[in-house]
């Protein structure tokens, strides 16, 4: 199974970073894709490269899509829109994080349920989809990594908390 993560012009990757090192430090399969497939510049100045077309994207090895925020007026909102109905349909995990909220909110998937939008909290999870706002990126990457049981058991999951949010060093010999 596939996570999948949308980039596009002026993406905010500080947002997702952690996430995705969770998500590779665990072995999972990390797709980037980016509307028509194309190189894209985050909102940091980085240069990335997606692994594919949104369009030509096969939604049916999908555990996970994941939306940062940034500069949204620039994804391609048809195709965008288009993949999280049916993945909320699917019931694939879906994250977004600051303005990609809004991105999931205009996809209509927000409605009925909790989201940072309805509760004004830092980070919330109402069944497949979690929201955050962006100064909760340590709070989204935890939460998201519970949904897809990233943690090896409650030790491991306290262990990130404490490195990640209450930056204590990690037990020497263990892996981060």
């Not at 929201?131 to 990130?160: C, G």
């Amino acid at each position: 199974m596939k996570d999948m993560v949308l980039l596009y012009d002026g993406c905010c990757v500080f947002e997702i970073v952690i996430l995705n090192y969770f998500l590779k430090a665990t072995g999972s399969q990390l797709v980037f894709c980016s509307p028509q497939g194309k190189t894209v510049r985050a909102m940091e100045g980085y240069s990335l490269n997606a692994d594919m077309s949104i369009e030509e994207a096969d939604w049916t090895d999908v555990r996970s899509f994941i939306v940062p925020g940034g500069e949204i007026a620039n994804i391609n909102d048809a195709a965008v829109t288009s993949a999280i109905e049916q993945l909320n349909n699917d019931k694939v995990l879906i994250a977004g994080i600051c303005a990609g909220v809004n991105v999931l909110d205009q996809a209509g998937i927000l409605k009925n349920i909790r989201s940072t939008i309805s509760t004004g909290e830092d980070c919330v999870r109402d069944g497949h989809v979690i929201t955050a706002k962006a100064n909760a990126y340590v709070d989204f990457a935890i939460e998201t990594a519970k949904a897809l049981d990233l943690f090896e058991d409650e030790a491991d999951l306290q262990e990130t908390i404490s490195f990640w949010k209450e930056h204590r060093p990690a037990d020497k010999g263990a892996e981060i």
